[in-house]
């Protein structure tokens, strides 16, 4: 545990909390303030936007014991301001809400969106709010009253962000106080770490009992034969991955690649080598890998394994897929989420898709890897995973 001091609505507290304690949780649950909503806990939908030394910031991505010192404003503690008063009526008045979820960190957003942008427009404030996701009113709503507001208080004058915004807590680094406070020069970065990729033996992860586990079944409709002779195609089966490309031809059941993962914020790029065996009697295979992204400073091992059996009269083909993988580094924290599970069934489903695509001979029907829609994919899990969470409510 470690200890915190901070000012919350403009009254100090003091607490203990664990280093991985996130801002959110720790003023739903020490604090007792409910009014900061969680919702992906992501930092995507901003449903935990509150104001930190009063610029708007996700607090579920922010750790507790970063805001030492800081001044955090929930939502409780805007129940004065001068522009909140007027936003909670216009969200009334325009209907701007219906379960509330959302609703204080649109407010949290909007608020700031007319102090820093008096003369923004329609377009300007869905730009401004595209951070903010709203499940069931919809988004008129919500920009009428941000307009309506922006309307009544025409001739105000915008107030300037700060000068330098700096890290949580550190009052945008204006006192010197906080300045002389930074007692790390920070570290040259070392010419080999633009070194090319290259995939060593070490440093290596121990495979182990992987982290996360994700089963996995699809069907291909294809007799068995087929798809075990397509699976033994290595360099056909790999395009139809969504975002990998293999750095060379495979070597008998030896496989350099690189995937590419852009989700959102978070973009990675491994390369690295699998080696595959396969039993043609049991129609089952077994892949090892492991991969390194340099730029992240993360490494991956991974052990994928997986079974074709006849359904539909042999007339088909349920590939059941188990991955095993454990992650090391900044990316870590992605492994532990639900959210990897949703990621991996959209990414087999693609997978499914094109290897049907391209067992039925049309290629021209495949995305190649590097035209992946990870945009929307994302987008299609982070709004999956809303829905569901706004249906438990
Ligand atoms: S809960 Fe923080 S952004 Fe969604
Ligand atoms: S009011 Fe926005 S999610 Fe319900």
Redesign the pocket.
Known sequence: MEKLTLTVNGKKVSAEVQPRTHL?DFLREQVVLTGT?????????????LLIDGQPA????TFAIACEGADVTTIEGLDDDEVMVQLRTAFSREHALQCGYCTP?MLAMARDIVRRLPNADEQRIRLELSGNLCRCTGYVGIVGAIRSVLEARKGTAAVPLPEKLGPVGSQGLASETVTADVKHEPKPIPPEAFAPTKIAPGPDLPMGKPATVINQSFTVHRPRPEVWAQFGDIASTATCMPGAKLSKPPEGGHVEAEIRIKFGPIVAQFQGELDVERDDAQFRGVAHGRGRDDRQGALVRAEVTYALAEVEGGAATRVDVTVGFTLAGPLAQFSRSGLVNDFASRLTAEFARNLEARMAGGSEAILPAEELSTVSLFFSVVWGRVKRLFARS
Request: net charge neutral; charged share 10%.
């Open positions: 959110a909503h969680i919702g992906c806990e992501h930092g995507v939908c901003g449903a935990c936007t996700r607090s579920c991505i960190g």
